[in-house]
């Protein structure tokens, strides 16, 4: 059960090879980064397509607009710190041996 939960919480991570990507998109480097910039955005779309099927199924006085920022903060809230390690990934910068580059 703890190993499932691990690998449940790397998708947290923007850790896309879990999902095995690669296949849909290919294995360019440029693409994956694309790609992981926008798992919160679509995160937050499916959030809002919830939010209006519930509205139009469930409740009809629910305010969406409340609702949405509330989950909107959640969200970002969750996954702040692997939006913040992805978006500089590109700074990162490794030392080669032997003056190599």
């Given amino acids: 059960p703890v190993a499932?939960?691990?690998k449940a919480m790397?998708?947290?991570?923007?850790n896309l090879k879990v999902l095995n990507v690669g296949c849909l998109v290919g294995v360019n480097t440029i693409k994956l980064y694309l790609l992981r910039q926008c798992v919160a955005p679509l995160a937050l779309l499916i959030v809002l397509i919830f939010?209006?099927?519930k509205k139009r199924?469930?409740?009809d006085r629910m305010s969406v607009r409340a609702e949405f920022i509330n989950s909107a903060?959640?969200?970002f809230n969750l996954a702040?710190?692997?939006?913040i390690t992805s978006s500089l990934a590109p700074l990162v910068c490794y030392p080669h041996p032997g003056e190599s580059g």
């Fill in 73 to 75: 903060a959640f969200v």
């Fill in 10 to 14: 790397t998708v947290l991570s923007f």
């Fill in 57 to 59: 199924f469930l409740l």
């Fill in 51 to 53: 939010l209006t099927c």
């Fill in 4 to 6: 499932t939960l691990l």
């Fill in 80 to 83: 702040f710190i692997s939006i």
